[in-house]
Each structure stands twice: as C-alpha cells, then as structure tokens.
C-alpha cells in the first residue's frame, strides 16, 4: 500500500478514537471550496480567491479548497488538514489549504500532486508566497499565492510555445493588472483609516489587524490631537492655579504632565519612524501601535479629569446658589436629630449593646458633622464676597461643607434602619453560615488548581466563619456583613479555581490528542523510512530524527508542563509529516532512476529496502555488486503537504 495511504489510515483511526473535546472547528466535511469560519474575508475577498480557484482548475484541473478557522481544535495542522480531507472524500487533484488565525498555523496538504511539481517548487511556495501573506494576515492573499504557485509550478514543464503565449500575455495584462493591483490597496488602506477610527486607541489586538498605512496615519491624527488638547489645557489650567491655588489644582496639574510626557514619547518614536533609518514591517507595526495606544491612554486620562475641572468652576460660579442650597440641607438634618435620638434610645433596650456597636454614637457623630458644615458655609459666603480673582478658597469650603451633609446624614440613615437591618441579619445568618461552610469545602476540592489567591479567601473565610460563628448570639449584624463579605471574595476565587481546573482538564485532552497522532505520525513515517532505506537521503532522516525529539520531550513534560508539552506533540506532528514528504520524494526520484529495465532485476526491491547494499560500500572488494547488510558502521551494512507557524 502506498506511503500516503498508509499514513491517512494510521491517522484517520488515531482520530476517530480520540476522545472529543469541545470545538467550534474540529475537522469536518468542507461544504464548498472556501470556508471562513474565522471571518478572514470580506465580500471582495472572497471574490477575489474564487476566482484565483477557478483559474486554478480551468488552467491545471487542480481543485483548491481553502479554510480559514481561529485554531485547529487542540491537533497539529497536517493532521487536521489530513482528517478533514479524509472527511471530504478529496481525492489526488485535490489540494487543502488551512489557516488557524488566531493560533497562526497553517497547513497546505493534497493527497498526491502532479509529478510535474517539484518538492523544491512546492517549498518555495510555502516559504516564498503562502507564508509571507499570512504573517501580514493577508489572509486572501495567501489563498491567491497558494493557487498561482500551483498553478505555475504544475505549468513549469510546458513547451517553449505555450511560454512565448502565456508571457505575452502576461505583457498584454501587465498594465491592468498593476493599475488593479494599486486601486486595491488604495481601497484597502481607507478602509483600515476610517476602522482605525472607530477602534479605541488603547485596543491594540483590534489595531493590530489594519494595514501599516492605517496605523501609520492614525497615528499622525492622534499626535495632532492630542498636541492641540494639551496646549489648550495649559492655558486652562494656568488660568484655574491662579484663581484657585495649587492645592486645588494638583490633580489635574499632575494628570497633564503625565499626558504631556506622553506625547513626547509619541513624538520620539515617530521621529524613528521618519528618520533615515528603515525598519522592518514588523518594527513598524510594533512602534505604531506602541505610539497610538499611548497617546490614546493619556488622552483618555486627561478626559477623565474634565468633569472635575468644570465642576470646580461651576462651583465658583454658583457659590451664593449653593450655599443656600447646602444651609437648607443642614436645617433638614438638624431636625431630625430628637426623632435619631429616640430610635437609638428604643434599640438601646431591645438589643445587646454588641449588636448596637456601629450605630451607638451615630447621633453624636452627625451632630458634629452639622456643625462642621455650619462653620464651612459661614466661611465659604465670606470667600464669595471677596473681588473677582479672590473668591478660589470658596471652593474648598463648599466641597467641606457637602462631605460633612453627606455623612451626617448616612449617621442618621444607620440609626433608622438599624432595627430592620438587625433583624434580616438575625433571621438570614444561618444560612448564611452554612453557605460559608459549603464554600470552604468547595475551595478545599479546587485546592491544587486555586493557587494563593484560593488558600488566601479560603483562610479569610474561615476566620471570618469562627468569629461569626462565636458573636452571633451578641452581634448579629456584624456577623452577617462580616461573612457575608468573606464568602463574596471566596467565591471569586472558587469560580477562577473552578475554571482554571477546566482549562487543565481541556489542555490535558488537547495533549493526549496532540501526543497520539504525532506518535502516529512519527511512527508511519519511520515505517516508511525503514523500509525505504535503500533510496532515502539525510533531509527526512534529520526531519525525522528531530519529530522524535519533541515527541520524547512531550513525554517527559506531560505531567509537569502540559501547556509546553502540547507545543512539542505538535512540533513532532508536524515534523513527522514533512519527514514523510521528503522520504517519499526521495524514493521517487530513486524509482525515476531505477526502471523496470535497469539491471537489478528481481532484487530491486531488496535495495530499496536496504536489505541488500553496495558491496563497494561493505568491503566486498572493487568488484561492486550488492550484499546483505548486517551489524556495524557505515562501512559495514508521495503524499506532499507542509506549513507550520507564521
């Protein structure tokens, strides 16, 4: 049975008798030659990689199947590419390419190419024209570069007559081609602008995705905004230091400055950007949303003080207003005290002084609150009556004056609820002790996956239980809010425990997956390379030497560090597959030279397999010839489909 046969078995059966594990996008029978899942393309570029399939088929009868998903479901690509072939019944002129974008991997796999295209020809497109496009996310780029590539290499032995035609046309439409080529990118560019727009600043994963020529004027218009922001809030702000005083003003002082050290950075970084020196895409990209991300952040602080600013001169502004507004306010909590006083008086007899402990001396407090405010607004009317450029110090009285109402009336609030606020406690304690109880068990359960945040809530917990627990009977309330307290941050941390153990668990399965089909995969190809020998050069001996290496370190990491393990079992996978590749074309290069006419005969077989060596090679004399290999040094005894990481 042939190589690529054998290996689809081997690991069509080692998947289906995995266990499954939840995914959006498990291997599956492909529906139509694009699939995006992902949501890698638009309109125009699902279009656009249609009609570079079509070509594909027209040109060559070589049919194209593209899937972009987020991730490839816990397996290496090649194996979820070779499953979801076999799902698809795709046959030897069928052609897979499969995109995971959030996991960048990908995997071009075909079940058996034309003869005319070389394992050079297809390496060079996946390093050449498939990759590059996908680590710009050119997602529809790498899907046109995968069909021109195959169909330029399955054209590569044409005749000099079809050459002259195909580059005379390709002269012909040269022009068209780049006028299209250039009112595209065009498109695509203010496109990226007018997203960059609407995406926050400080989100660099969405501004990840646009275009460089996007970020790169982003990042021209926030610098300007955010340099015409500032030079307008220093005026602002010398204006309010002078009216209202530096300590008035220090948090909006400090809150510019740090905006203003901001936007030198940004300034710096766009200098590198437009000095002699080039970068790499990849170090444009990198500084670009570096200089965006910080100008937005320290814009956005900047606006969180605006409400504060104004409200500090609406304050001056309206100072006689609200003065009156703040002596109408003490007045009404004034009256209340004789009704306060009565209410604590009456809980004073009916509860255990423990239980009254927080509101005992609430009426004392809001007393002398009241009077606080009374001498603040006193002084804050004597700061308004002062001429214009004077007045700053009324501000900090009014704001001492409405802290002051505040609590004094929170005081008064605590004593008329108190009697209702006991009583919920008395009746609802109990269960709320034995929720505490059923919690603690719980984080005891989630131990090994909580860490110390877990074993921290959970101690907490406990100490709150045995205290609530002891004054419950004196103190009910406090118990109450005590525990209750306790039990809210144990159960934050049981629910990051709780999904954290899931995670694990799901990890655990990806790895078992992972580890049985590079087991498979290494396996298959080290089949094949045994009993091939005779016809296998050094490339898929290093490949697979390389596979079992980080099989064996997947193994050895199982336990204690799945999380790397898993990278190994698909490094292994993936190795094994391209191992697999470069020994079959060895060995059909090796039949091309040996044919059916070459002097072998019936051994020739025998040599493949490596059961019968050059003599010359084993000491047998100038004779040549072939014998049996036996123990000792070197002097003594097509399925195609690549990718990796982008």
Same mark, same amino acid.
């Given at each position: ?71 490839? &479901? ?17 046959? &030897? ?29 297809? +390496? ?78 400080? &989100? ?74 080039? +970068? ?11 200089? $965006? ?14 409400? +504060? ?14 003065? /009156? @507004? ?69 501000? @900090? ?16 609030? #605590?004593? /008329? ?22 919690? $603690? ?15 921290? @809530? ?7 239980? #045995? ?15 005590? $525990? ?6 144990? /159960? ?25 089909? @590079? ?32 099989? &064996? +370190? ?93």
């Amino acid at each position: 049975m042939p190589f690529a046969r054998v290996l689809t078995v081997v690991a069509l059966l080692t998947l289906i008798c995995l266990p499954g594990t939840a995914s959006a996008d498990p291997p599956s029978r492909l529906p139509n030659q694009i699939t995006d899942t992902a949501r890698a393309l638009d309109g125009g570029d699902r279009s656009e990689v249609q009609a570079a399939i079509d070509k594909l088929y027209d040109s060559r009868k070589l049919r194209l199947w593209v899937v972009y998903v987020p991730d490839f &479901d816990g397996q290496a690509a090649a194996s979820w590419a070779q499953r979801t072939a076999t799902l698809s019944a795709l046959g &030897d002129r069928d052609v897979i390419l499969a995109v995971a974008t959030v996991d960048r991997e990908y995997n071009l796999f075909s079940a058996g190419l034309p003869q005319e295209i070389s394992d050079t020809e297809f +390496e060079n497109l996946l390093v050449n024209d498939i990759e590059p496009a996908l680590r710009k996310q050119d997602w529809a780029g790498a899907a046109v570069a995968a069909a021109s590539g195959l169909d330029s290499a399955a054209g590569g032995s044409t005749g000099g007559r079809d050459l002259l035609i195909g580059g005379a046309a390709i002269a012909a439409g040269l022009g068209g081609v780049y006028v299209y080529t250039r009112h595209r990118k065009r498109s695509r560019v203010k496109a990226g602008i007018e997203a960059a727009r609407d995406i926050d600043p400080v &989100d660099t994963a969405a501004l990840s995705a646009l275009p460089v020529e996007a970020l790169d004027q982003r990042s021209k218009d926030l610098l300007v905004e955010l340099d015409n922001a500032l030079r307008a809030s220093a005026e602002e702000l010398e204006l309010a230091r002078g009216e209202f005083g530096a300590d008035q003003t220090r948090p909006f002082a400090e809150a510019f400055d740090t905006a203003k050290a901001a936007l030198a950075k940004a300034f710096t970084i766009r200098q590198r950007l437009d000095d002699n020196v080039p +970068e790499t895409p990849q170090q444009q990209r990198d500084l670009l949303l570096d200089l $965006i991300s910080g100008c937005g952040k320290a814009d956005q602080e900047l606006d969180a003080q605006v409400a +504060e600013f104004d409200g500090m001169r609406d304050l001056l502004i309206n100072a006689p207003q609200r003065l /009156d @507004a703040l002596t109408q306010e003490m007045v009404t909590l004034s009256s209340r005290l004789p009704a306060s006083s009565a209410t604590l008086e009456r809980l004073v007899g009916e509860f255990p002084a423990p239980t009254l402990a927080p509101v005992r001396d609430n009426v004392t407090h809001a007393k002398e609150r009241l009077e606080f405010a009374d001498r603040n607004i006193t002084e804050g009317r004597s700061f308004v009556a002062r001429p214009a450029g004077e007045q700053g110090p009324a501000v @900090a009285t009014i704001r001492a004056a409405e802290g002051a109402i505040s609590q004094a009336r929170t005081l008064l609030d #605590a004593v /008329d609820s108190a009697s209702d606020n006991i009583r919920h406690a008395i009746a609802t304690l109990p269960a709320a002790l034995e929720e505490a109880r059923a919690d $603690i068990a719980a984080a005891d359960a989630l131990t090994a996956h909580g860490g110390n945040d877990l074993a921290s @809530a959970r101690a907490a917990a406990s100490e709150a239980l #045995a205290r609530a627990e002891a004054a419950r009977g004196d103190n009910p309330l406090g118990s109450f809010t005590e $525990i209750a307290a306790a039990d809210v941050e144990l /159960d934050k941390a049981i629910a990051a425990a709780a999904s954290e153990k899931q995670r694990v668990e799901r990890l655990r399965q990806q790895l078992d997956q992972a580890m049985t089909a @590079a087991s498979a995969q290494v396996s298959a190809a080290g089949d094949f390379i045994s009993t091939r020998r005779g016809a296998v050069e050094a490339e898929a001996r290093t490949r697979l030497s390389e596979a079992q290496r980080h099989l &064996d +370190e997947a193994t050895r990491l199982r336990e204690s560090d799945p999380s790397t393990a898993l990278q190994h079992a698909q490094t292994a996978a993936d190795l094994g597959a391209r191992a697999a590749r470069a020994a079959e074309a060895d060995v059909r290069e090796w039949e091309r030279r040996n044919t059916p006419q070459s002097p072998f005969g019936g051994t020739s077989g025998a040599i493949l397999g490596g059961i019968l060596l050059n003599s010359v090679l084993r000491g047998g004399g100038g004779g040549g010839g072939y014998s049996p290999g036996s123990f000792g040094g070197s002097s003594s005894s097509r399925r195609i489909g690549g990718g990796g990481r982008f």
